[in-house]
Each structure stands twice: as C-alpha cells, then as structure tokens.
C-alpha cells in the first residue's frame, strides 16, 4: 500500500533519524535559498537536497520527477511571464507576436532565473521533509513546540482515522460504481452525495465507538506521546556541517554575480 | 473462585428494547468462557456490562464478590483488570502507530516512563508483533491489528480479558494463532471470556459455554453438556458442531463408541474403534474371563501401531475349543511427540534431536517458535493446529517434534497427555531440552518386547 506520500517516508532509511536535525537542515535550506541574490546558491541546495531525498532517503527516483513536475510546470510559467514583462537593460531577444512586439531583457531573464532556482530550491528542501519524515515523527515535534495538548491529540485521533474513513470511503464508492452510481452525471452527483451523507453519519457512530475504546482503557483525558529518544550521529553532523559551510561559502562568493 | 458474577441483571436501551434480561452467571477464575449465541442475542451489550461501560438498569455485576461502583476511581479499577477487545480492530486501535496505542493503557494507569516501556515491550513479544512497533496500524493486516488490539489490552496485565468476536474476519492460519495465544494467556492464569457464534470454535475451546438467544440466557454448562441438547441449539438458532455431529452418525450406524463427546480430530478418530473380537485356538484349561497373552503382532494384525503387544480377555469358550477374546492392544514402537523449549534454543542440539529420534514431523507453536526455525532453515510441516496434528500423525506411528515456548510447552505437554490418558493409545511423549529428558532417545534400539501381564 503505497499511495501518498506519508507511505514513502514511512518507509526512507531517513526516518529513523533525529527529527530535529531534518528540521534545521530544510529550514537553513529554505531561509538560505529566498535571500540568496544569485540563483547558484538555490540550484545547489535543490541539488543538494535532491541527492539526500533520492539516494540517502531513497525515494523512487521517478516519483521525485513526478512529484517536482507539478509545481515546476507552474514555476515555469510564471518565469516566463516575468522574463518577458519585466526588467529594463540589454535587450537579449525580441520578436513580434500578432503586431505586438515582446522581448526579453538581461534584467528580466536574471530575475526569472532567479525566481526559478529559488521556487526549486524551497520545493526540493519540503520534499525531503515530506518524503523522509512521517506524520507520526512529527507528533513529537508539534508537542515540543508547545502547542496545546488538545490540538495534537485531536491531530494524532485525526490522523489514525483519515485512513480508516478513507477505506471506508473507497469501498462505499466501490459498492456504489459496481451497482452502477456513477453511469451518468446526475446519477454521479446523487451517489457523491449519499457516499457523503453516509460517512458523515458513520465518522458520528466511530466517534462514539472511539470514546467507548479509550475509556475501556482507563482514559482519564490525556493521551500520553512517547518521543523516541534519537540521538545526532557523528557523520550526520559532520555532513551537515560541510553542506552548511558550503552553501554559506557560495552565497558569499556569488552575491555579486550575475549570469547573463 | 468466582472472578465476575451478575445478579439478575437488565440492561434496556434508552428506545425502550431490551438487551440482556435477567441474567445471572459466574465465571470461575481461570475459565476458557464462552458466551454463543446469534447475531443480537446481547452478547456485546453484556460485555460492556461486565466491564462497567454501561449501568445496568436493574440487578449487579460482582466482581471478586464485591458489587460494581460506578464511580471514577472504582471504574478505573475494574477496567484496569477487565480487559475489552472489540470486534472491530479499527475501532480499538486509535494511535498514529503500534507502539503509542499499546502504551496507551498502561500510561493511563500512571506508571512511569520506564514502566510503561517494559510492558509494551513485553505485550508486543508476547503476541510477536515487536518488529512492528512503529508501524501506523494502516499499514498492518487483519490478524496483525487484531494482535494489536490484544497486546493493548495485555499491556494492562487484566486478570480477566473479554474478547468480542475475536475471529471474524481473520483466515484459518491467523485465527489460529489468535487462539493460540488466548491458549497461552490462560495458562498463565488470565480468565478468558469470548463471544462467538462458531459452535465448532466454542465446542472445541471453551471451558464452560453460555447459551444466549433474544437478550436471555437459555443454557449453560461444559460444552458437551450444552452441545448435546438438540432442542437448546434449535431454540438459539443453531447448529451442532461439527465434531459432534459426525461421531453421532458414526455411533448411529455402530462403528464408534466413546465414553466422552469427542472434541477434537484426534479423539473422533479415537473414537472409530469397534469392540475388538477376535476367534482364537486356546489351550484347555482357560476359562471365560481369563487373559491371555498373545504376544507381539506387526503387519496387518496391528492396527494402531507398527508393533504391538496384545493382551487377551476370554469371552466365550466355544465347544470345539476355539474361543471368541477381546484384544487390548498396547503399541511398542509407536510413534510419539516431542517438544522443544525454544527459550533454551540451539540450532545443533534441535538437529541432533531430528537426526536421532528419527523425527518425520515437525510443528512449531507462537510467533517466535516460528520465527526462529525459518531463521534457521528448520523445516516446518505444519504450523497451525500443531497439537491435534501431531497427535495424529503420533497415532500412525510417526514421531513428531513440537518447537514451542514458554507456557505452550506445559499446555501442550498437558493436553497430549491427557489424549494418552482418555485413549488409552500409548505414545511417548516429552519435553526434549529438560531435565527429565525424554524416555525414546536412550532407547536405541527398536525390537519389540512382549508386554508381560
């Protein structure tokens, strides 16, 4: 069962490491990547940060392509707006669309690179948090930053029963398309609704069904959260220091470079 | 010792049905108890009596013979030794993973850190599941959240567990690990309560049965008790189990007879034994009602085993000096069952044994037997019902090695013992890594002896 992306990080080597080490790196990652005035620095840590997603946490290689193409397409096309409305300087490259003339100028196509590298940068630091670190890891961390006690409980309760409802839901629909609901459009709408109605009313009994579980277990309105002790390795440290002192070096020699 | 009792109790839901309607049992400490009964015959509803969720509206629970308070702290109490597992394993299991929702009972008793750690620990062992302990339950199958559910339960040590429908929806080979476990937790002194409506399952498992239909209690008693009266299970809406239906046909037409029901395989076939008459020449002086020795015979005259020594009884002396005797056939070189202790395990010692007490059969019992011979290569022939199995195969003269652990192996050992005991078909059965050792591996060579009378 392998369908979303919690499933992969359940499953990446890098799980089992300290979960606060993967915080820092994707946060210095993101921080350093949106003030870097260069796009080097961004494609490095996209690189960076692909290779340990990739190789070290190993995720499907093809999935990651997958999953970048979406906000990529997305990125792409804001960049070429910006390259071509945008920017003053030489001008690189003009043509003349239906009668209006277009062109890209040196300032303009800078900044789209830069927009570029740096949306790739932050995409590739959130996807090794997502693909290396579970939901459940991250129950630890949400504790430990203080939020309210209620909150994380109703989010762990929540997170246990998306994929209880989710089966639910999925073999609702199952039942309904084998008993053709979903041959027309209007029959669709009619069966989406009693699919809806009809998880509704079962998520109220579950609730019931859970409290009557919790409390047969003596619950007394705390749910304790067991954080797994993981300590910092000496090769983790040491790796992360050289990516860090790295990325620092290249931003400090390229914050005055321009590519084009 | 009484464990749980109810006084007429009565349970109505608030549209005014009834649900339980005055019933009144006792559960002995230490009891394999079966509530059977139909669909919406109450049983669920009285288990969530039993364990204090709901107040009935008239009537009382006892436990340990002291009326139930539903106040907090004494709830706290009685759920802490009445343990609950639903039919429904999603609704029991509500943490993101295996090890938070088995840590949840014990951290809500207060223990410490420490503490709670060791009980998880030990629950998940007990039901094999520790290589899964931070696995969000999606990920886990039916039988696998179904342990999980039990581990949550056990990790509160209860002295009483309650198991609702413990194998619907689970297949063969998991629902019988489910019972060996509840096999082993009741050797170590755990009550245990189930409700079913599999006859076949509460026959062949249960101590004591509860027969339940339209919210009262229409029968109780020792499943043979229970199950022979065809006029109570019509009335409950169900059906003789299996075992009991096949020997009643068999005793019909005179090919079997038994003192007791038959529960398992091994005793049905047990039971498959006419009178055993022979026409003998004997010597002049005997006289009806004498034993005679008949000596070792092998080939088609032993039925039971390769060799076996017979004793005769004179039944009738016939004028030409021929007689008709009754046989008592006692096996030599049968075959026997041998058990392991996987607890003191080692791999050259385990192949020493199937190497020299010409094993041909071997059974493991518990998740962790299992694990460790397919660790090592050890051929496994059969994994679930080892026991009835084994015995089996013991009856057609093979020899038969159980790996186990821990409380199984007393469980098993008692168990075959007693078949040897009911059957009066002698095998040779013992405990291989003890002290005691086991009788056939000095005995080397095979020739039969004849029994003396």
Known sequence: ?260 | MIILETRSLKYTYPDGTAAVQDLNIEIKRGKKVAFVGQNGSGKSTLFLLLNGTLKPAEGEVLFHGVPFKYDSKSLREIRKSVGIVFQNSDDQIFAPTVYQDVAFGPANLGYSKERVDACVQQALEQVGLSHLKDKPPHHLSGGQKKRVAIAGVMAMEPEVIILDEPLSNLDPVGADEIMDLLNEFNHFGSTIIISTHDVDLAYRWSDYVYLMSNSKLIGEGTPAEVFKEQELLKKASLRQPTTLEIYHEIERRGLAYGKNSPKTIPELVNTLKPLDLMWVDVPPRVREGDSLNLGVMYGEYATQSPYEAINATVLHIHPDGRAIVELKRKGIKAGGVLLYDTDSYSLPEVNQILKEGEIVFVGAMGKKSKTLAEQDGIRLDVTSGVIDKSILMALCGKRCLILTAGGMVDHALKRIREYVEKSGIEFTVGVANREDGCKWLEETDGSPETLKI
Not at chain 1, 122 to 146: D, N, Q
Not at chain 1, 195 to 219: H, V
């Open chain 1, 1 to 260: 069962m392998t369908n979303i992306l919690d499933d992969y990080a359940l499953m990446s080597p890098l799980r089992h490491r300290n979960n606060w080490l993967k915080l820092t790196i994707v946060l210095f990652g993101l921080l350093a990547g949106v003030s870097s005035t260069s796009p080097i620095t961004p494609l490095f840590i996209a690189l960076c940060m692909s290779f340990t997603t990739v190789a070290l946490g190993r995720a499907p290689f093809k999935l990651y392509l997958k999953l970048l193409l979406a906000p990529v397409g997305f990125a792409i096309t804001s960049v070429i707006i910006i390259a071509f409305f945008s920017g003053s300087g030489q001008e690189l490259l003009s043509f003349e669309l239906i009668g209006y003339p277009l062109s890209i100028r040196s300032d303009g196509l800078e900044l789209a690179l830069l927009v570029l590298s740096r949306a790739l940068s932050g995409m590739c630091c959130l996807y090794f948090l997502a693909l290396t670190t579970p939901m459940i890891e991250l129950f630890a961390v949400l504790k430990a930053s203080r939020l309210p006690e209620s909150l994380i409980e109703l989010s762990m309760l929540i997170y246990r029963y998306i994929f209880v409802f989710l089966d639910m839901a999925l073999s609702i629909k199952y039942a309904q398309t084998v008993r053709l609901g979903y041959s027309n459009f209007r029959r669709s709408i009619s069966s989406m609704g009693m699919l809806g109605s009809t998880l509704f009313i079962r998520s109220w009994e579950q609730g019931d069904k859970l409290f009557l579980a919790m409390n047969s277990r003596c619950y007394d309105g705390k749910m304790t959260l067991f954080e797994v002790h993981r300590p910092v390795r000496a090769t983790e440290l040491l790796l992360t220091s050289a990516y860090f002192l790295s990325t620092l070096a290249l931003f400090y020699f390229t914050k005055n470079i321009s590519i084009v």
